[in-house]
């Protein structure tokens, strides 16, 4: 079984504790990563960490992890709102697939509220906040160590 989990991150999270803290908190993404990365090596997973700001490259990412059989947790940012392509790729996806958010979309303003991810993916995971990443993987492991082997 295929235990490698992509994280990608869209748009402006290159720039998470200096971008609207009082929003997306104080945590940076380098931080994000180093975390993420350690939990997965303690859960035996291969960790593949990511971040762009263009739409063509997340799409490309997508169907790599499409291509590998991985696992997927997406932080699709200001993609969650408009994407067709990325929305698109992610329907190829039929490994574990998780949408991950800093903060509760359901209880921003208007724009930011509905993510179209939301109707491909397992799960959602939104207001945690930088925590909401390890709960993510946890997930993402926990739903590869329920999936029936493939012989």
Known sequence: MNR???ILNG???NLLGRREPHIYGHTTLDQIRQSCLSLAEELGLACDFRQTNHEGVMVDWIQEAFEQGAALIINPAGFSFHS???LDALKLIDAPLIELH???IHARDELHRHSIMSGVVDSVICGMGAEGYPLAVRAINDLLRRQVPQH
């Open 84 to 86: 067709i392509p990325v």
């Open 11 to 13: 748009p402006n999270l």
């Open 4 to 6: 490698t989990v992509f």
């Open 102 to 104: 800093l903060s509760n």
